[in-house]
């Protein structure tokens, strides 16, 4: 059994929490640091999200409890640390997770900056322990159907593919433009497509942007993703919108030799097979909710744990990745040229 420590009893706290009960005996949170002492004795009502269940009381009895960090990453019932917390407390927590010897979770992004990003990898590292990031997409289903069929190539070779991620303005986020804060549209929410298509195509050698910058951050943008390979055409779209009637939607169309997998939350399209005979399939894909994505999450870094094999999913270096591109792109739109990668 793993021993788990949660930093942050927030939003994504409780989501990660409800999921481990999911996961049976192979994990077990035995400690909590939060600051708000009423979350920390297990009064969560005043959380709340755009999924999952409203926060209710709930019982924490046996759970170590900790206010401060420094203290909790000390704990030596904790084997990994599970980062919940807002993204600047990133680097720093894991790193000190790290160095006390503990395998990290952190939930995405990795950080705010690919230097920060670059520490937390090194880190591990230097204490033989696992650094992984909370990119949860592929494991909710569509994503899940895309990334397995790229996989075990049953429709030929990946041709390229677009992807979107758009919301209107996330008012309930009051640090959401901040680049010190939430990081803004690109580090928030299109770092899912930017971690996806590196998991997909590998890492590209360019990036070309262009869109619209809300001060130092993206504010709405179109990336086109350069590849060694001039055939491979990949793009994608995302951020925010100013009309809050528009609900959030991610959606992809992804070509291959055989065929075109396509996927839209808002258009109520399901994932839907395009193949080379004309026929329009519909795959069944798992069931359940939100949280079951966040449980398959939880369970993948409890094998790469469990293991000691790092996760092709979860591994903090990809996320690094991710974080990469995203900083890319956002030079690309400010400076209205192509930048190279690396």
Request: glycine share 10%; with cysteine; proline share 5%.
């Amino acid at each position: 059994m793993i021993r788990v420590g949660i930093a942050g009893i927030g939003f994504m706290g409780m989501i990660h929490y409800l999921a481990y009960q999911r996961l049976g005996n192979r994990a077990k949170v035995v400690a909590m640091c939060e600051k708000d002492r009423e979350r920390l004795q297990g009064d969560w009502r005043s959380i709340k999200g755009n999924f999952g269940p409203q926060g209710t009381i709930m019982n924490l009895e046996g759970i170590a409890k900790y206010e401060e960090l420094e203290e909790f990453v000390k704990d030596p019932n904790v084997d990994m640390v599970d980062i919940c917390l807002p993204p600047w407390l990133h680097a720093r927590t894991a790193i000190a997770a790290l160095k006390a010897g503990k395998h990290v979770l952190c939930e995405k992004p990795i950080a705010l900056r690919v230097a920060d990003a670059e520490q937390m990898v090194r880190a591990a590292q230097e204490n033989d322990r696992q650094l992984m990031v909370g990119q949860v997409l592929p494991f909710f289903p569509p994503y899940r159907f895309a990334y397995e069929v790229a996989r075990d190539g049953r429709y030929g070779k990946l041709l390229g593919g677009h992807f979107e991620r758009i919301i209107s303005d996330p008012l309930w986020l009051k640090d959401f433009w901040d680049p010190n804060g939430c990081g803004g549209p690109i580090v928030d929410l299109h770092i899912h497509d930017a971690h996806f298509i590196r998991l997909l195509f590998g890492m590209p050698r360019a990036v070309r942007t262009i869109g619209r910058m809300r001060g130092e951050v993206a504010e709405f943008y179109q990336t086109q993703f350069l590849f060694d390979d001039p055939k491979l055409v990949v793009s994608a779209m995302g951020g925010v919108i100013f009309q809050q009637g528009r609900p959030f939607n991610h959606a992809y169309e992804i070509y291959f030799e055989k065929a075109t997998v396509a996927y839209d939350l808002w258009a109520n399209l399901p994932v839907t097979v395009l193949t080379e005979d004309g026929r329009v399939e519909r795959p069944e894909l798992a069931g359940g909710d939100e949280i079951d994505a966040f449980a398959a999450e939880l369970s993948e870094a409890l094998t790469a744990v469990e293991t000691g094999q790092p996760s092709a999913l979860l591994d903090g270096r990809l996320a690094r990745d991710a974080l990469l591109l995203g900083e890319k792109e956002t030079e690309s739109l400010r400076t209205g040229k192509e930048i190279a990668i690396g």
